[in-house]
T-cell receptor
Framework: DTEVTQTPKHLVMGMTNKKSLKCEQH?????MYWYKQKAKKPPELMFV???????INESVPSRFSPECPNSSLLNLHLHALQPEDSALYLC????????????????FGPGTRLTVT | SQQGEEDPQALSIQEGENATMNCSYK?????LQWYRQNSGRGLVHLIL?????REKHSGRLRVTLDTSKKSSSLLITASRAADTASYFC????????????FGPGTSLSVIP
């Protein structure tokens, strides 16, 4: 299984709502990532989890709260978002640094298209 | 600042022609990766080239890496309409393999 799944595919939420994005992989990868991508721009790294611990937070506002309940799951909790947070949110996974394979390519999910109204 | 930057930003070619995209980066790397993204979808990893490699092939893809110039190129030969997509180079810096930074991308249109 070389697939990263993300749910939901589309999400529309108001600025006062609380919602969560979910990501799952069963490739045994121990590094998982959240990216934000605006139209016609490259993905921007938000968070990295390595062995279920948050290893990188790219100064993301606290209205985005990541969670890694186990090695296969990654969540992104959303609260009090702004319209400018509307974007495609991508999850990815890879073998983490230090595994000795020298293969760090990332496997991406299809993304969640988020619209904040 | 961005680690990788692609050139050109947009490229339009006829089916059957070759497409070349370039990527420049700023800091030392252990590897450079190329990804493809079809409109509004997730990214697909195409090829990874390590810093001690100069050229790598995968099917119709050929990647070169010049670490002295901090640049890489992706060549797609005999292009097809299905190759229409955005192509990104990605460079994890030596200090942090996980902190992959994507360049701005090249939007490729292959006209049937």
């Amino acid at each position: 299984d070389t697939e990263v799944t993300q749910t939901p595919k589309h999400l529309v939420m108001g600025m006062t709502n609380k919602k969560s994005l979910k990501c799952e992989q069963h490739m045994g990868h121990r590094a998982m990532y959240w990216y934000k991508q605006k139209a016609k721009k490259p993905p921007e790294l938000m968070f990295v989890y390595s062995y279920e611990k948050l290893s990188i937070n790219e100064s993301v506002p606290s209205r985005f709260s990541p969670e890694c309940p186990n090695s296969s799951l990654l969540n992104l909790h959303l609260h009090a978002l702004q319209p400018e947070d509307s974007a495609l949110y991508l999850c990815a996974s890879s073998l983490p640094e230090g595994t000795g394979t020298l293969s760090y390519e990332q496997y991406f999910g299809p993304g969640t298209r988020l619209t904040v109204t | 600042s961005q680690q990788g930057e692609e050139d050109p930003q947009a490229l339009s070619i006829q089916e059957g022609e070759n497409a070349t995209m370039n990527c420049s980066y700023k800091t030392s790397i252990n590897n450079l990766q190329w990804y493809r993204q079809n409109s509004g979808r997730g990214l697909v990893h195409l090829i990874l080239i390590r810093s001690n490699e100069r050229e790598k092939h995968s099917g119709r893809l050929r990647v070169t890496l010049d670490t002295s110039k901090k640049s890489s190129s992706l060549l797609i030969t005999a292009s097809r309409a299905a190759d229409t997509a955005s192509y990104f180079c990605a460079t994890p810096p030596k200090t942090s393999y996980d902190k992959v930074i994507f360049g701005p991308g090249t939007s490729l249109s292959v006209i049937p």
